[in-house]
């Protein structure tokens, strides 16, 4: 069975840092392209970042580029999302997915499999 769990999500002040990560179950990772989304209330859901599954290139939104890392640890099986100077506007549930037959996307709809989700909220 094919699962994605996260974890790391909290309540963080405007600039800490977190580290959300996605443990994969069911499914080598190696094979799939992973993304990182987010929905804040209200708010249709966004790309934040992806890893490709063909050559590890990375994306990010342009609204967390240069503050946020994503990276994997295959061994693991587990994908991160490293987030530093954390902002209120970054306050939302953050999701991974996961899918074989993309080599990268930002939307949603790209993406086969999902986690629960993590709720991240950055505020003083």
């Known amino acids: 069975q094919v699962q994605l769990v996260e974890s790391g999500g909290a309540l963080v002040q405007p600039g800490g840092s977190l580290r959300l990560s996605c443990v994969a179950s069911g499914f080598t990772l190696d094979y799939y392209t992973i993304g990182w989304f987010r929905q804040a209330p209200g708010k249709e859901r966004e790309g934040v970042s992806c890893i490709s599954s063909s050559d590890g290139s990375t994306y990010y939104a342009d609204s967390v580029k240069g503050r946020f890392t994503i990276s994997r640890d295959n061994a693991k099986n587990t994908v991160y999302l490293q987030m530093n100077s954390l902002k209120p506007e970054d306050t939302a549930v953050y999701y991974c997915?996961?899918?074989?037959?993309?080599?990268?996307?930002?939307?949603?709809?790209?993406?086969?499999?999902w986690g629960q989700g993590t709720q991240v909220t950055v505020s003083s």
């Open positions: 997915a996961a899918d074989r037959t993309i080599a990268a996307g930002m939307h949603f709809s790209s993406y086969e499999h």
